[in-house]
Every structure is written in C-alpha cells, then in structure tokens.
C-alpha cells in the first residue's frame, strides 16, 4: 500500500515543461510520520532506506508513509482512534494512514490498549507484528486489527509538521503531509525488507552531513524538514515548538532559469532557504 512518503518523485524529468499542463493531474492524499526520541544528548529521527527497485524515492532515506487508503477513510477508523476533533474528519484519516503506514514499514505501532493511558509496549509490539504483511496486502483493514487486539490508535499524539505538494509540472502528484511523534520508548522499529531494506536512528544534523556528502540519498522535501528539525536539541524542545508553529503548504515551483532549472519555495514555510538548483 505505500507509494511515496514525499512530495517530489526521485527523478525529474529531463525536459521541464515551461507552461502548466490543461489537465492537471490530482494529488493523491498521503501522510508521513516523523519519529523521535531522545538518546543521551542527541536527538533522532527514525528514516528508512527504500528498495532500489521501488518506483518512486528508490534507494533513498525516507520516513515510513505513504497514500491514504480506503480503508484509512472508513467510518469505522472513528471507534479506533483517541484525541480527534470530529469536525475535522479529513485530518484524523491522515492520522490513521501515518499510523498504518509507519507499522507497516517500521513495526512500530503508536496506539494504546482501550482504557490505559501508556502506549503498547514491545512484547505485545512484537506478538502484533503478523499483522505488518497483512495490512500491507489489504488482507484486514486498520480498523478491523484495532477492533480484533482491543487496541486504540493514539492519534492524539501525532503532531502536525509540514504540508507539502507535488508541482504541477509532474505526471504524478501527492498532497503529503508530515507528522511528528515521540517514539514509544519500549518499542523495537526495523524495516520491513521489502519496500524498506534499511534503517537507522539517526540525528538530523548527522544525516544531513551524510547527504552532503553524498554518503546517503535524501530526497529535497525530506532534506527540507529535517534541515527544520535540525533547529531543535532535544525531543522536548521539538515538540514543544512544533506544537506553537504554524504550517504554510509548500508546493514547488519548478522553473528554468537562465543559469539552469530551479525549485523554488515560499519564504514564509520558514526552510531558510527558497530555492535549490537542480542537477540531472
């Protein structure tokens, strides 16, 4: 079920188109989930590495996510879900498909048994994981798994981060957006060898350096919002900013420009920088 957890493909096309399509293709609804926690004095995100085969994002580091499902939208996902505001319907089946995704692709699972505050712990974590591929290949739908282990996605817990959208100039468009959570503390997340053949916790500022220096491929919408996370030292201070931030949707513009084809970026989505050249 997972496509792209990002907002630009991998690969630009050789030829940029100067004008705007008559039909313009529809952004496909998705959601990402940022994971987080505090080792020592460090601060890491958990990024998987994805298949060199796969379609989109091939062989770079994303965070678990993909395309909302069906399933993420049925009515049912309102008796699975803990901390949603009802009148907004669209925000929660984003929350639900970030939770879904980031099991399905890192085995973590930010929910809580009904009537407990804490989150699952690894042992029940670990006795759920059968559940990964059967998600995966829409063999049960998230809210059928929730209703069967008694169990309550905590999206009370997932924080709004960025919006982002595919350009215009693309075939093929997503309308992703990114959340952030604290990791739970006693859960193991590994990938899932398949879509995902690689993972690591790593801290902003390291990974980062490594995509610099060409050590690690990381896409530009991905590289954006951790270059934003790299502004925070500790998960606290993360969240705690996060939470009072507001989010301005970044949609690409992708433009010719005489000393080559460049992304341009509002200003105001705070990234510090508002446009990067591309190189083919």
């Not at 009904?114 to 699952?120: T, V, Y």
């Not at 995509?211 to 919002?225: C, D, G, H, I, Y």
Request: glycine share 4%; net charge negative.
């Amino acid at each position: 079920m997972t496509t792209l957890p990002d907002a630009i493909p991998d690969a630009i096309p050789d030829a940029i188109p100067d004008a705007i399509p008559d039909a313009i293709p529809d952004a496909i609804p998705a959601a990402t989930l940022i994971l987080c926690k505090q080792k020592y004095n460090n601060f890491e995100i958990f990024m998987v590495l994805r298949h060199k085969k796969m379609e989109f994002a091939s062989n770079a580091y994303v965070f678990p996510g993909g395309k909302v499902d069906l399933c993420d939208m049925d009515e049912d996902v309102y008796n699975i879900c803990e901390g949603y505001n009802p009148l907004d319907s669209n925000n929660l089946f984003l929350k639900v498909a970030a939770i879904r995704e980031t099991f399905e692709e890192a085995g973590i699972l930010v929910a809580r048994n009904r009537g407990e505050k804490e989150l699952i712990g690894k042992k029940q974590t670990d006795n759920l994981q059968k559940y990964r591929k059967m998600l995966n290949n829409n063999e049960i739908s998230i809210a059928e798994f929730a209703k069967q282990e008694d169990i309550l996605l905590a999206c009370d817990l997932l924080i709004p981060f960025a919006h982002w959208i595919t350009p215009v100039n693309l075939p093929k468009r997503f309308n992703t957006h990114f959340f952030i959570a604290k990791a739970p503390l006693d859960q193991n997340a590994n990938h899932d060898g398949q879509e995902s053949v690689n993972s690591v916790w790593i801290s902003p500022t390291r990974i980062l350096k490594d995509a610099e220096n060409q050590r690690k491929s990381v896409l530009f919408p991905t590289r954006m919002n951790i270059s934003k996370l790299s502004n925070y030292n500790s998960v606290n201070n993360a969240i705690t900013k996060i939470k009072q931030s507001k989010i301005v949707t970044v949609m690409p513009e992708i433009i010719n420009e005489e000393k080559g084809v460049f992304l341009h970026i509002p200003k105001e989505a705070g990234y510090g920088i508002t446009k990067e050249q591309i190189f083919f």
